[in-house]
């Protein structure tokens, strides 16, 4: 198993383009999470995935932010119309979901944004 | 509403001496409690977990009590190494049955030789 990987590592583009991010779970992993991290600030939930179906946003998700995973394999994250503030490293990680309490999380190296 | 507070870092330390991060949350219920590591230029890395009360998750020398009555996991290494210098996470999960986890904001630990 080679974990969670993302691409692209680094993306500078833009205010105003759409972007779009990818990650690639560990295989078997039935829950897929994306965060948002910035400089000195833990990882900030985004949404997560049960197989395909988006089960939880955060309502602090802007509406030009959006993500799939259409087979419950990959998955992908696109923001619209990039601001400044968009800039941060977006972190992508996968968890086993059996049942029981087995929470525990596997991240990516992360896609790293930068707005200009 | 949920949340990890952390201690403010950056920790700075002499290799072996001891560490101490604290941690505390607030939170429905009873979650997992998580400490995760991040090194400089990588992705988090889970570096140990206890899911009860009493539980202590250890790894790698680094050792944390999941403590209900304090709300706290307080992180310890009884001998750091140039090493260990890196981000640490406190986080919780599960908490009334939420799959969305908290962490805290993350304590920078730097070990001198």
């Known amino acids: 198993d080679t974990g969670v990987s993302q691409n692209p590592r680094h993306k500078i583009t833009k205010r105003g383009q759409n972007v779009t991010f990818r990650c690639d779970p560990i295989s078997e992993h039935n829950r897929l999470y994306w965060y948002r991290q910035t400089l000195g600030q833990g990882p900030e939930f985004l949404t997560y995935?049960?197989?395909?179906?988006?089960?939880?946003k955060s309502r602090l998700l802007s509406d030009r932010f959006s993500a799939e995973r259409p087979k419950g394999s990959f998955s992908t994250l696109e923001i619209q119309r990039t601001e400044q503030g968009d800039s941060a490293m977006y972190l992508c990680?996968?968890?086993?979901?059996?049942?029981?309490?087995?929470?525990?999380?596997?991240f990516g190296p992360g896609t790293r944004l930068t707005v200009t | 509403g949920d949340s990890v507070t952390q201690m403010e870092g950056p920790v700075t330390l002499s290799e072996e001496a001891f560490l101490t991060i604290n941690c505390t949350y607030t939170a429905t219920g009873y979650p997992s409690l998580f400490w995760y590591v991040q090194y400089p230029g990588e992705g988090l890395q889970l570096l140990l977990k206890?899911?009860?009360?009493?539980d202590k998750g250890s790894n790698k020398g680094f050792e944390a009590t999941y403590r209900k009555e304090t709300t706290s996991f307080h992180l310890e290494k009884g001998s750091v190494q140039v090493s260990d210098s890196a981000v640490y996470f406190c986080?919780?999960?599960?908490?009334?049955?939420?799959?969305?986890?908290?962490f805290g904001r993350g304590t920078s630990l730097i070990v001198h030789p």
């Open positions: 990680a996968s968890s086993p979901g059996q049942a029981g309490n087995n929470y525990e999380q596997y």
């Open positions: 206890a899911t009860k009360a009493d």
């Open positions: 995935f049960q197989n395909e179906a988006q089960l939880e």
């Open positions: 986080a919780h999960h599960g908490a009334g049955g939420s799959y969305i986890p908290t």
